[in-house]
């Protein structure tokens, strides 16, 4: 996706803003999240993107694994999708926040799910992601008339419901 013609549609965390108004200014260093919802949705973003510096650098360091950037370059064929937030950030002390949020993504166009409640800690001034538990839930298909997947906004039979 170009950036110009990116300007003109939601961001990709799904908000209702631009790319350019959400997401870019914290992937681009100009900005650091406000709270672990912001980081949450320019994590989002920047894996749709496959921007691995960003990931990296928004993992903890007391939890980032040493070969986080490898592991994320080997995940390159996940194409990442949508995201829902299902909860306003939750916490006990103001330095660390959980957020729960199912997302889509899709390997070999085949979807799956990942449902998780992701720990924030907010150290310095910045968020980091630290840890996360995850949900079984299991993916359920659009009907033929929804949204596809793969966030198209074609109704799923006439986009990868053809290919089914
Ligand atoms: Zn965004
Ligand atoms: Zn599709």
């Not at 003109?8 to 672990?36: F, I, M, V």
Request: aromatic share 10%.
């Amino acid at each position: 996706m170009t950036r110009s013609e990116d300007a003109y549609h939601d961001c990709h965390c799904g908000s209702n803003t631009t790319y350019q108004r959400c997401c870019e200014p914290l992937h681009l260093g100009l900005l650091t999240a406000r709270n672990a919802e912001q980081l949450m949705r320019a994590r989002f973003s920047a894996y749709k993107l496959k921007i691995n510096s960003y990931l990296v650098q928004t993992h903890h360091p007391a939890k980032r694994p040493p070969d986080l950037l490898a592991s994320l370059k080997a995940q390159s064929d996940i194409e990442w999708h949508s995201l829902d937030i299902l909860n306003k950030p939750t916490s006990k002390n103001i330095n660390e926040a959980f957020v729960e949020f199912k997302a889509v993504f899709s390997q070999k166009n085949c979807p799956g799910m990942l449902h998780e409640q992701s720990r924030f800690l907010s150290e310095n001034g910045a968020w980091y992601y630290i840890d996360g538990i995850h949900h079984d839930s299991p993916y359920v298909f659009p009907t033929r008339n929804e949204p596809c997947w793969c966030g198209s906004r074609q109704k799923f039979k006439k986009c990868h419901g053809l290919k089914r």
